[in-house]
Nanobody
Framework: QLQASGGGLVQAGGSLRLSCAAS????????MGWFRQAPGKEREFVAA????????YYADSVKGRFTVSRDNPRTTVYLQMNNLKPEDTAVYYC??????????????????WGQGTQVTVSS
C-alpha cells in the first residue's frame, strides 16, 4: 500500500528527496509519518503530516533541514532532506495511521508501513 523510494548515498551537506507513494485515498484517510532506523538503534520519529491539513511536525534533530510535503492529488508524500549529516544515515520508512496529534511521534500508533529506503550520508 505504501512504496518508499529516493534513498541513496550522498555526501554530508548534500540533499535527497524521499517519496512515499500510496494507492487510493490513503493520505486523505490517514495521518502520515516518516521514521528512520539506524543499525542497532530503535526506530525514531522524523516528521509527520496530518491528513486534514498541511500541518507538519518535525523531530528537533531535523527541524530546519527536512521538509515534508504532498502532491495535490494526495497520492505521494515527500521528505525533502537538506544539509544532510552522517548521523542522518538510516533506513527511512513512511507510515500511515489514525494517529492523534499527541501520539504522532510513536511508531506503534501507525498501522501501515512502507518497505523502507536506505539513506547513507558520508562524511
Amino acid at each position: 500500500q505504501l512504496q518508499a523510494s529516493g534513498g541513496g548515498l550522498v555526501q554530508a551537506g548534500g540533499s535527497l528527496r524521499l517519496s512515499c507513494a500510496a494507492s487510493g485515498r490513503t493520505f486523505s484517510t490517514y495521518n502520515m509519518g516518516w521514521f528512520r532506523q539506524a543499525p542497532g538503534k530503535e526506530r525514531e520519529f522524523v516528521a509527520a503530516m496530518r491528513r486534514t491539513s498541511n500541518s507538519e511536525y518535525y523531530a528537533d534533530s531535523v527541524k530546519g533541514r527536512f521538509t515534508v510535503s504532498r502532491d495535490n492529488p494526495r497520492t505521494t508524500v515527500y521528505l525533502q532532506m537538506n544539509n544532510l549529516k552522517p548521523e542522518d544515515t538510516a533506513v527511512y520508512y513512511c507510515a500511515v495511521g489514525n494517529v492523534i496529534l499527541s501520539s504522532m511521534r510513536d511508531p506503534g500508533q501507525y498501522i501501515y508501513w512502507g518497505q523502507g529506503t536506505q539513506v547513507t550520508v558520508s562524511s
